[in-house]
Nanobody, 124 residues
């Protein structure tokens, strides 16, 4: 069983930056994928970025070049550096973990474990 805990959500103005953190607790598969998803009010949950056990990364087109995903393997922690934020980035951001192939899809069905989310609000 894996438990995930997100932090770092906040309210910032358009153009600002935030860094989200996801701490993982419990037994983790050696060949894992960890990812960030987000869900805005009235919209479906969407994949934002993913990183696998080998530090291979993937990004949604909407965040490519603005967001950077990274991880600290020793401390089982994942990060999402978000720059040039816009109101369209406003959402609840969730941390997720699943098997390595989940990083190829960046879809919710590829993940087995989820955090409770951290809220990001961007004002214009």
């Amino acid at each position: 069983q894996v438990q995930l805990m997100e932090s770092g959500g906040n309210s910032v103005q358009s153009g600002g930056s935030l860094r989200l953190t996801c701490a993982a607790f419990g037994a983790t598969d050696n060949h894992y994928c960890m990812a960030w998803f987000r869900q805005a009010p009235g919209k479906e949950r969407e994949g934002v970025a993913a990183i696998d056990y080998d530090s291979w990364t993937s990004y949604a087109d909407s965040v490519e070049g603005r967001f950077t995903i990274s991880q600290d393997n020793v401390n089982h922690t994942m990060y999402l550096q978000m720059n040039s934020l816009s109101p369209e980035d406003t959402a609840m951001y969730y941390c997720a973990e699943g098997p390595a192939e989940g990083c190829l899809w960046l879809e919710a069905f590829g993940m087995d474990y989820w955090g409770k989310g951290t809220l990001v609000t961007i004002s214009s």
